[in-house]
């Protein structure tokens, strides 16, 4: 081997080199320029999205309507079948008895006391089985429909509404108190319905400090939702009274469940009538799982 | 005597935010099962963890939010290991993985802003995780002190 030959080699090894690490700089180079175009994108977008919700101020909740009338037909008019078939029903857990407590009564008929707000995401989800229950036994009318707070839990749940309703019946008298509104007002949500003292009273007693609050005539109450509001998550007014009418959905489980078990409570109150509601399977069934 | 590798740093850090990410998607998804009943964080205002983690958002094609970013995350680290770093082909799967879960947190940033109108802090940290481990996957040399090493199955091939 010549001496020129070795060092035509120690020359061509060392332009390799040289490639080699010109390419090594240019690869790391192209990663950097794509680190800070991504970070950069990234940045952007984030400060873009921030800066558009300071503006704009975010989402608010939808203000409350009135019901329509499909909605309300479907829930007031469940089939007595899919009653019967929920019973107990799966996930709901009823009133609580309270003892000692005087009954609570208005021209000679058991009075139901409800006590809630628009904004309240369990009112929400509580507020179909009293309306269902409770069209067992009466009419309602001027429902309104409307969705729970969408800055609080279980965000948006869609319900209806008493303000502004009527309920007759020939068994019982409804009074039904929205405290407040779903619109923002100041930090907290509009005043709706002035509550009387003497409900408030009756929260105090034999409330737990929350709403929803409901009085079943002195005999039982409801201290908060039965069931959870993640079952009505996602769904309008439409799609939720439409589960109602198939007893194998969970809605239908949970909402009629608990209104089998509420008109359980209910027919206590009315000496057992209406005797076609209180001799159903449903609200047997309801009564028993009561015990 | 084996030079330096520069790129092993690099791989770790992708590595180790791949693991951070899976261990808070895990909590994330356990929370979500058990109702978010036990979630640490505040639930004040803007900042509020359940509301998010409880809002019909945080279900994506009938699968938990939280469940996407574990199996995400799990894919991550299943191509952050060392064995994963030696197939060169993959890191152009783990960038473009890097930017569709970037993409993803920047659509679960607009739906707290403006859905929800509430931010939780457990998801925002999945969401610098997430644009670290971009940054991290672009950054690093795949290469670097990868491809040198010869294969064993390739040496145990070559007779004598």
């Known amino acids: 081997m010549s001496h020129t030959d070795s060092r035509a080699r120690t020359a061509a090894r060392q332009r390799e080199r040289s490639a080699a690490l010109r390419a090594r700089q240019q690869a790391a180079r192209r990663r950097r320029l794509a680190a800070v175009a991504a970070a950069t994108t990234i940045v952007v977008i984030t400060a873009a999205l921030l800066v558009t919700r300071m503006i704009t101020g975010g989402q608010g909740t939808a203000a409350t309507t009135g019901a329509e009338p499909g909605v309300i037909a479907e829930v007031t008019h469940v089939p007595a079948t899919v009653l019967d078939a929920v019973g107990a029903g799966q996930g709901a857990s009823g009133p609580t008895p309270i003892t000692g407590a005087p009954a609570l009564t208005t021209a000679g008929k058991p009075r ?32 309104g429909q409307t969705r729970s707070a969408a ?140 015990g | 005597m084996r030079a330096a590798d520069p790129g092993l740093a690099g791989r770790r850090v992708v590595l180790a935010l791949a693991l951070l990410g899976l261990a808070l998607s895990a909590y994330l998804t356990a929370e979500h099962y058990t109702g978010s009943s036990t979630l640490a964080c505040s639930a004040s205002g803007v900042v509020d963890c359940l509301r998010v983690t409880t809002s019909p958002q945080s279900v994506l094609l009938g699968v938990p939010v939280a469940v996407w970013g574990l199996l995400y995350f799990a894919g991550m680290t299943m191509l952050a290991v060392p064995p994963a770093w030696r197939r060169a082909g993959l890191h152009r799967l783990r960038i473009v993985a890097a930017v569709t879960g970037m993409t993803f947190v920047l659509y679960l940033l607009y739906t707290e802003l403006f859905t929800l109108d509430a931010v939780c802090l457990w998801c925002t940290a999945v969401h610098v995780v997430t644009a670290a481990l971009l940054l991290a996957v672009l950054l690093v040399d795949p290469h670097s002190g990868v491809t040198a090493t010869p294969r064993p199955a390739a040496r145990q091939a070559r007779p004598g």
């Not at chain 1, 707000?117 to 009293?130: F, K, L, M, Q």
């Not at chain 1, 929205?178 to 005043?191: D, I, K, L, M, T």
């Not at chain 1, 959870?228 to 007893?247: C, E, F, R, T």
Request: net charge negative; hydrophobic share 40%.
């Open chain 1, 112 to 143: 139901i006391v409800y006590l809630g707000a628009e904004y309240c995401p369990y009112c929400a989800a509580e507020r179909w089985a009293v309306v269902q229950a409770l069209s067992r036994f009466g009419t309602f009318s001027g429902l």
């Open chain 1, 151 to 290: 800055a609080d839990v279980y965000p948006n749940t869609a319900t209806l509404s008493f303000h502004g309703a009527t309920y007759s019946s020939a068994y019982l008298v409804f009074d039904g108190y929205e405290q407040q509104s779903n619109q923002r007002a100041g930090g907290s949500y509009a005043p709706l319905d002035p509550v009387p003292a003497d409900v408030t009273q009756l929260a105090g007693t034999y409330g737990q400090g929350g709403i929803p609050f409901v009085d079943l005539g002195g005999a039982a109450v409801i201290n908060g939702a039965d069931y959870s509001p993640s079952l009505l998550a996602g769904k309008s007014q439409a799609q939720i009274a439409a589960a109602l009418s198939d007893a194998s959905s969970p809605i239908a489980k949970a909402v009629l469940g608990e209104a089998n078990r509420i008109s359980a409570t209910l027919c206590t109150l009315t000496g057992g009538q209406p005797g076609a509601v209180c001799r159903s399977a449903g609200v047997q069934a309801a009564a028993h799982a009561r």
